[in-house]
């Protein structure tokens, strides 16, 4: 008998388009090197391979100061960053940029320090003018550090980090600035050394073009000197028990052995093309995807000019219409996956991912499939969305 489509989900030909904010779709030169054999992470090999880690991703911080290397999600890593740093009563200063700034200010507050939460409207990046008025107002310096989404994955905003410490240098505030680069780094710009940056913390699964699994802190000296004095208990997380073993190339538990075969790989692949070039491509998919989205007659999240994520494009749908409907609509006809909206705008909007290994020809791909997954659905939208993109393609 004939499989029905109520009865047995039928099979969909060609490949899957993956175009959520991250995870990325993994390119087949990282996936054959996860797949090599795993070795002792005790043993002699393996130094080398941990020396390349870590030396790597210090060229993709931009940074001449320590990279720590977790086995974790991105959430691990706000954690490690947090119980470093700040005292457990400790207050930090957020900046509500969008969801994932809400849950780092929630994840502080759990493990028991004292954020204060700048609202945000999560139409841009952070306000550095806000924050420079806050700290100038913290005569006592009880604000320990600041903490900033540099790509906003659920707003598809970018905060100008250099402007920020610039904002905490002119308030002449001691506080350690710390930035979320998770679904930033190795896809937008980012320099931790020349930008003043104290702890940057990011993932394996967006930019770097891996699966889930590893996170990372890029730390400053200063920032390590004082992790020494903090009274927060830790123990996964002690920065002070990665130094030393880091330094032979190795790591005071079991790390991610095949993922940083694929670490190494995907550093690699970043460096053949150029991290310049990798930002232009990334730069040019986001403005080649708002002009879809101009054209289409909807609106971008991201409000503020200049600040918009070359990351993902994150789409408004017209009042009475569910984004999440769209999504599974585009899912079922077109085999497109699209990201969410997150809690304030859960069901308003959907997100265009177009990072990692992308190119010219998957991005007119995925844009074809949001234009008839919007027709599918009939969400109200002008037909010519992806003819736009094209034309500015063809022009860049």
């Known amino acids: 008998m004939t499989p029905t489509e109520g009865s047995v989900q039928m099979r969909q030909a060609g490949r899957h388009f993956l175009q959520i904010p991250g995870p990325s779709a993994v390119p087949e030169r990282i996936l054959k090197a996860i797949s090599m054999q795993t070795i002792d992470h005790r043993g002699p090999d393996f130094a080398e391979i941990g020396h390349k880690a870590l030396a790597g991703m210090k060229t993709i911080f931009k940074t001449e100061q320590n990279v720590f290397i977790y086995p974790s999600s991105g959430t691990g890593a706000w954690e490690a960053a947090l119980v470093n740093t700040v005292s457990s009563g400790g207050k930090v200063l ?9 849950m780092w200010s929630n994840l502080a507050g759990k493990i028991g320090l004292l954020p204060e939460l700048i609202e945000g409207d999560w139409r841009g990046g952070a ?3 806000q924050i420079e008025d806050r700290l100038r ?10 903490c900033v989404v540099h790509n906003e994955t659920s707003t598809g905003s970018v905060s ?3 402007d920020v410490r610039r904002a905490m240098d002119a308030a002449k505030h001691p506080a350690l600035l710390m930035v979320d680069s998770i679904s930033g780094l190795a896809s937008i710009d980012f320099r931790f050394d020349d930008w003043g940056v104290d702890v940057c913390v990011s993932g394996s699964q967006k930019g770097l073009m891996l699966p889930p699994g590893l996170s ?23 920065w002070q028990d990665m130094v030393g073993p880091n330094q032979k190339g190795f790591f005071p538990y079991t790390p991610g ?3 940083l075969y694929g670490l190494i790989e995907a550093i690699d692949m970043l460096h053949e093309e150029g991290l310049d070039n990798v930002f232009a491509r990334h730069s040019r998919h986001g403005t080649a995807t708002r002009a879809a989205v101009q054209a289409w007659g909807l ?14 494009t994150a ?14 609509t585009a899912l079922k006809h077109y085999d497109i996956s699209l990201g969410n909206g997150l809690s304030k705008v859960a069901d308003k909007v959907f997100r265009i991912g177009h990072l990692g290994d992308f190119n010219d020809l998957m991005l007119m791909a995925t844009l074809s499939g949001v234009e008839m997954g919007l027709d599918k659905s009939g969400v109200p939208h002008n037909a010519g969305g992806t003819q736009a993109a094209l034309e500015h393609l063809k022009a860049a």
């Open 160 to 162: 100008p980090i250099e």
């Open 127 to 129: 306000d550095p003018n």
């Open 299 to 312: 609106e971008v999240l991201c409000a503020r000019q200049g600040q918009e994520s070359g990351v993902l």
């Open 315 to 328: 789409v408004k749908v017209p009042e009475g219409h569910s984004a999440d409907a769209f999504r599974a």
């Open 257 to 259: 052995t095949n993922l």
């Open 94 to 102: 957020m900046y509500e940029t969008g969801h994932f700034a809400f």
């Open 137 to 146: 107002a913290d005569s006592q310096h009880e604000i320990k550090a600041v």
């Open 216 to 238: 990372f802190n890029a730390v400053s000296d200063r920032a390590l000197e004082n992790s020494k004095t903090v009274t927060t208990p830790r123990s996964y997380w002690d």
